[in-house]
């Protein structure tokens, strides 16, 4: 083997081909480096004498399926300019790694098609050593995201394991990427987040999230002139939240008639009417329902008309329209709708912002489907840095997601 196919097959150079063994059913390529080539550790100066040898062997690229290994004597040295005393660098390995840069190269291109287990039997090396190898890589690609360019974003919270653990995802809505990871939920999450976003002296304009103080409270301290806009999606979810807790209520004070009637409505109420079931007659069913009971009319019907206030032509239509429906509720008489009516009258300025920036945490849900998906693949993750990692990377896969 010549010395320069050490250099186009394994991308080593400035080392010299000694000889080729076979042991044990895989290939070992002997190699040395001249005394030229050697240089100081630590400050890079050629006036060094040896000091000894350590023999070491370090995984590369297979041939096929055959295992092949890169020995070398890696030379001790003393240098005469600054009287170090050091092992010389390995240029085709990274420091206190058994492996080449070609072998992790390699590594991380299967691991585009294929879980790290099938990576580890398929490259005969140990799970750890495949994981080790993705982790410095997405450690160096996406442990500091740019916030610079950071103008539009989401915030929420996604729950990851049992005993309330949770972690809170914050997304570029431009780019669609994944730039923080917090541990827990709440404003202490986002901290960490609220510094590295000054020292970017990032311009935020807006902010989608849901109506939960703490994440208000965080928005307005740390980010005063941006516009805080409240997502239509968590909005819709509170009213069929207060919406089921009515039904219960009345199905508990209903007589036999009425409970045969309200009993497995709670879907029903909850869809939106193009969504109902034909073949199943839901319409009917919800109709029936509807009929025998009016305050449950009059909410449902409420629901359904809220959904018209993120349709209107402009800012002012809209205000007026949320003015007239709160109205109305206040005026029903239902304990639950009047509650609403409070809260969206409280967080009017949030839900009305949406005309000034139509965003919402959509595309936060997205990637939070994607991120129980990883998780799932992935049979859970036990490092919770490279669990964080591999969320910040989300936006560039463009393959099957894979643990």
């Known amino acids: 083997m010549s010395t320069s196919l050490l250099y186009h097959a394994f991308d080593i150079r400035g080392y010299q081909y000694v000889n080729t063994k076979y042991h044990g059913g895989a290939v070992i390529f002997k190699i040395r480096q001249e005394h030229e080539e050697l240089r100081c550790p630590v400050c890079g ?29 890696v030379q001790r040295v003393f240098c005469l300019l600054c009287s170090a005393l050091r092992q010389v660098k390995v240029k085709f390995a990274r420091e206190r790694r058994s492996y080449t840069k070609a072998f992790a190269s390699y ?68 780019s669609g990427a994944v730039v923080y990871v917090g541990n827990g939920k709440g404003a202490e999450a ?70 045969q009637v309200l009993k497995g409505t709670r879907w029903l109420l909850l869809k939106n009417p193009e969504n109902l079931d034909k073949s199943r007659k839901e319409h009917e069913r919800l109709e029936e329902a509807l009929r025998l009971n009016q305050p449950l009319a009059t909410a449902y019907y409420l629901k359904e008309d809220l959904r018209q206030l993120w349709e209107q032509p402009d800012k002012d239509a809209a205000a007026a329209f949320l003015q007239d429906w709160i109205a109305r509720a206040q005026s029903s008489g239902i304990g639950i709708l009047i509650k609403i009516a409070k809260t969206l009258a409280l967080y009017r300025t949030g839900i009305l912002a949406y005309y000034d920036y139509p965003i ?44």
């Open 360 to 403: 919402s945490t959509g595309p936060l849900e997205g990637t939070n489907n994607k991120i129980k998906t990883m998780k799932r693949q992935a049979y859970g993750f036990r490092d919770l840095e490279f669990f964080k990692l591999k969320i910040l990377a989300l936006h560039e896969t463009k393959y099957a997601l894979v643990g």
């Open 190 to 259: 986002l901290e960490p987040f609220w510094r590295m976003l000054n020292r970017s002296q990032a311009k935020i304009k807006a902010v989608a999230t849901d109506m939960s103080p703490a994440y208000i409270h965080a928005v307005i301290t740390n980010l005063p002139n941006s516009a805080l806009v409240f997502d239509h999606f968590h909005i819709i979810k509170l009213f069929n939240d207060k919406l089921s807790e009515l039904r219960r209520q009345l199905y508990h004070e209903a007589d036999r008639m009425q409970m």
């Open 45 to 73: 100066g050629r006036k060094v004498i040896r000091r000894g040898q350590v023999q070491r062997r370090f995984r590369t690229k297979p041939i096929g399926k055959t295992p092949v290994w890169i020995a070398l004597a």
């Open 107 to 174: 590594a991380l291109e299967l691991s585009r098609h294929m879980t790290i287990k099938d990576v580890a039997r398929h490259l005969n090396v140990s799970w750890d050593v495949i994981k080790d190898i993705q982790k410095r890589y997405l450690q160096k690609r996406f442990a500091r995201p740019k916030l610079k360019k950071l103008q539009q974003i989401a915030i929420d919270e996604i729950a990851i394991g049992k005993g309330h653990r949770y972690l809170t995802i914050v997304l570029d809505l431009k």
